[in-house]
């Protein structure tokens, strides 16, 4: 069964960039995806009708006016998000799969695998790199699918955007997700810039000295006590809470909590005040 | 200022004047900030990017350098007037594109710009002609600091200035210098210069930045990483490959002259041919034969044209600026035929009213 209908299109796209497609590159589509090896430049693929783009990563220019057409599920007929290439002995099967059965093939062959000693090269692979268990994105991390469906799941408590939607999108939702979290973006950020502490210039904060280090891990109640304007932490983080807030306060609105939502509107103008954000 | 008295000046990054401006044709620093009390601009509700917008178009419009700035509503803008905006590399392609409140603040030599709710809630860019960056990252500096006093950056001690997008966090900052580079094109040492730079961890884009073509020989090098260096650093790193690439460069102008002075003459003279006599002409030609003739000029083998008109050409012949010159709104196929016509009058010379003046 045909995955995606491809239209025949012109060679002359890949000449044109000067740049033919090559095995072992990878390219990264416009949409987000990421492609490793042959990109077929003799066919046109239409994706949701959105013409894409497809750029040789290693040179971060577009090399290819190339578009994806219809890639559907081989198990239903949604569409396509998980390309999955599997590495048998002696032969290479790509699997396109929609999300819902993605997690069952992925979740199924974690368990076949969990019988036998785990000598680390049981995960399955995913375009064609071997023994990296990486599911689409940018982790770089060994997990199994099991650990990641459950790192997918949390969300970040002020804005709420969830791990896998961040996945996805490749964007964070507020400020406080490199607060929750740090240690699954710490290898990521480490292979991107090769650095994870900053060393250039700090916001010059009311009293804050340099190197002084805030408490940007409190967890407490928000109603806590707040100090003064003039001890101003570097960090940001005790600000980023309104967005939490703001979001109960709706919350307790549309429940009808007068109560609370009177409560969250103090406190959050409370924050805002002492982070002079009111009118002076 | 409005956007028409725009369309009279030339603009910063094509006016040509800075130092090596014969191949640098500008150099950028851009800041990308965000505030803390707000989820980014991609999770943020309609809402919130209308009071992020306003809360920092009155923040801005109190401290000193903001009072200096032209404010801009990208959101409620024509398409012709964002487009025209993006020729002028005052704002990016995604900002043009994007849905929601969203504006840009000038000044009026178009060096600072100031964007409001790109991918970040605040994006601040300083661009000055020719080969600058120190001059560059200095004023974008003043700008930051005064800024950063009545709006709450979001920051992080670990992780540094807050971003959207992972892969700008820590300093936030991108420096880019902007070459046009012919000659390593024909001679096709093009694809190699590319992957030294990317070895030292420098990325390299067409024109208009993040996923654009290379026309006309204009490339962007710019800094990948953000994060675990300092500002100055990163600006050195980028502004010490620039004369590497500017000397690659001029011998390989020089080697064209010396060896192949008949092919390249012969290349620029029927550039130069097309451009005054063509009935109808796309942007992108008329782009690439403007970069071989202004590498004739260059050359010298092309003596009745002065680099300044070429530059005025680059800009003036992209379909926003072409446009509104005219001050009418032309299809794709009367915008060639538009375009093809002023280029011929431009290079008779003696129509009347047929070369706008240049301030």
């Known amino acids: 069964m045909q995955q995606y209908t491809p239209v025949a299109g012109p060679k002359r796209a890949a000449a044109r960039f000067g740049c033919a497609r090559r095995a072992g590159e990878k390219y990264r589509c416009n949409a987000g995806l990421e492609i490793q090896g042959e990109l077929p430049s003799r066919t046109r693929y239409h ?110 408590d002020m804005c709420g955007i969830t791990f896998f939607e961040f996945r996805n999108q490749g964007r964070l939702g507020c400020p406080h997700d490199y607060v929750q979290f740090e240690n699954e973006l710490e290898p990521l950020i480490g292979n991107i810039h090769g650095g994870t502490e900053h060393a250039g210039r700090r916001p010059s904060r009311a009293a804050a000295e340099a190197g002084k280090q805030p408490n940007e891990q409190q967890s407490t109640q928000p109603q806590a006590e707040l100090p003064t304007q003039a001890e101003l932490p570097v960090g940001t983080d005790e600000l980023t809470r309104v967005i939490g807030m703001r979001r109960e306060m709706k919350e307790a609105i549309a429940c009808e909590d007068y109560e609370k939502a009177r409560e969250n509107r103090d406190a959050i103008r409370a924050l805002e005040e002492r982070w002079s954000l009111e009118e002076r | 200022m409005k956007l028409e008295t725009l369309t009279q000046s030339i603009g910063e990054w094509l006016r040509g004047t800075g130092p090596e401006s014969d191949i640098v044709m500008s150099s950028r620093v851009r800041l990308a900030r965000n505030v803390a009390h707000y989820p980014f601009v991609g999770r943020a509700s309609e809402q919130d990017r209308a009071e992020i917008e306003r809360f920092l178009r009155e923040r801005i419009a109190t401290v000193p350098i903001g009072q200096g700035l032209e404010y801009i509503d990208v959101g409620h803008l024509e398409e012709i007037d964002r487009q025209f905006l993006v020729e002028r590399q005052l704002i990016s392609r995604e900002h043009a594109d994007a849905q929601g409140a969203r504006s840009v603040a000038i000044d009026r030599m178009e060096q600072v710009s100031l964007m409001i709710n790109e991918e970040d809630h605040l994006r601040i860019q300083c661009m000055h002609s020719g080969l600058d960056l120190r001059g560059a990252w200095e004023q974008i500096k003043v700008v930051d600091d005064q800024i950063e006093k009545v709006v709450p950056y979001a920051f992080h001690p670990r992780w540094g200035y807050l971003t959207a997008c992972p892969t700008n966090v820590g300093t936030g900052i991108r420096v880019s210098v902007m070459l046009h580079l ?19 961890s420098l990325a390299v884009r067409g024109l208009y930045g993040e996923g654009s073509q290379a026309t006309g020989d204009f490339y962007q090098i710019s800094n990948q990483t953000t994060l675990g260096k300092t500002e100055e650093e990163l600006v050195e790193q980028v502004g010490d490959v620039v004369p590497v690439l500017i000397d690659y460069e001029r011998r390989a102008r020089e080697f064209l002259v010396r060896e192949t002075q008949q092919n390249v003459h012969d290349q620029v003279s029927r550039a130069y041919g097309i451009l005054r006599t063509a009935q109808t002409i796309s942007a992108e030609e008329t782009m690439q034969l403007l970069s071989r003739v202004r590498m004739g000029v260059l050359l010298g083998l092309i003596g009745d044209v002065k680099i300044s008109d070429i530059n005025v050409l680059l800009v003036r012949t992209q379909p926003a600026h072409l446009q509104k010159l005219r001050g009418v709104e032309l299809d794709s196929n009367d915008r060639n035929i538009e375009r093809a016509r002023y280029l011929r009058q431009h290079f008779e010379g003696d129509d009347a009213g047929a070369r706008t003046s240049i301030n």
């Open chain 1, 47 to 156: 994706w949701k009708g959105v013409r894409l783009s497809f750029t040789l990563l290693r040179l971060n220019r577009p090399i290819l006016e190339c578009v994806w057409y219809r890639m559907k599920c081989q198990q239903c007929d949604k569409p396509a998000v998980f390309h999955i290439t599997e590495l048998e002995s002696g032969a290479v099967r790509e699997l396109h799969l929609c999300e819902d059965h993605a997690r069952n093939y992925l979740n199924q062959s974690e368990l076949n695998q969990s019988e036998g000693p785990d000598a680390g090269g049981g995960e399955e692979s995913e375009e064609g790199s071997p023994a990296a268990g990486d599911l689409p994105g940018p982790l770089g991390v060994g997990q199994t699918a099991g650990e990641l469906a459950m790192l997918d799941q949390r969300a970040c």
């Open chain 2, 182 to 200: 012919p000659a390593l094109v024909i001679t096709r040492q093009i694809d190699k210069v590319f992957r030294s730079l990317h070895k030292i």
